[in-house]
């Protein structure tokens, strides 16, 4: 079964903390993975995404690897901002040829302190 | 420019009615996305539009959900005879999609259903 895996649930921080966020997936035949941001009440927000072929994906303080071989990705936080409070989504694009659909893991929540 | 839209934010429906939920993707995105966001469920794929294709229905859990898009641009989602486990954030996305390549893909703030 094709599933995506993050962890941990939930982390708290304080404030000007870099951190890192995983992912794990099941099959290393994907397509694509994004990273999305998720604020209580509200819709997604896309962070970045990563084409199968690539290993990274930098926006500012964020940066995404992946590694398909280990079934991994990883999302990296420079210098922790409170703003950057929220759920945390990754999501897979499973399959060699691109089906669209998304598998999304259940999400990190992070509460960074002031 | 404008994101994806949804309507309405916010549905209360009764048991057994039937339900629409209308979703208008960016404008030039051929690629049309429902997901559904419950508790414990987490974010589900529902079904998937692409151009003038065939859409793929593999996520839809019954036979009383189905999706049209029309002039392949705005898109409806109905549920019939709604069930009490059908409440959920139910989530349109679109995406570009180019010589076969999918880009990523824009979330809309979602539409907010309660069967009572």
């Known amino acids: 079964k094709q599933e995506v895996t993050q962890i941990p649930a939930a982390l708290s921080v304080p404030e000007g903390e870099n951190l890192v966020l995983n992912c794990s997936f099941t099959d290393s035949a994907i397509y694509n993975l994004q990273w999305f941001r998720q604020d209580p009440g509200k819709g997604l927000t896309s962070l970045l995404l990563i084409q199968s072929s690539q290993r990274e994906q930098t926006s500012g303080r964020l940066n995404a690897s992946l590694d398909k071989s280990s079934g991994r990705s990883t999302l990296y936080i420079a210098a922790s901002q409170p703003g950057d409070s929220a759920t945390y989504l990754c999501a897979v694009n499973y399959g060699s040829s691109n089906t669209g659909k998304l598998i999304f893991g259940q999400g990190t929540t992070l509460q960074v302190k002031p | 420019g404008a994101g994806v839209s949804q309507s309405p934010s916010n549905k209360v429906t009764e048991k057994g009615k039937d339900v629409e939920l209308r979703c208008d993707p960016i404008?030039?995105?051929?690629?049309l996305y429902w997901y559904r966001q419950s508790l414990g469920q987490g974010l589900e794929f529902l079904i998937y539009?692409?151009?003038?294709?065939?859409?793929?229905k593999s996520g839809l859990p019954s036979d009383r959900f189905s999706a049209e898009r029309t002039g392949g641009s705005v898109s409806t989602l109905t549920i019939q005879r709604t069930q009490q486990e059908d409440s959920a954030v139910y989530l349109c996305a679109s995406s570009l999609s180019s010589s076969g390549i999918i880009h990523e893909q824009y979330f809309g703030p979602g539409t907010r259903l309660t069967v009572t």
């Open positions: 539009f692409q151009g003038n294709s065939a859409p793929d």
């Open positions: 404008s030039g995105h051929t690629a």
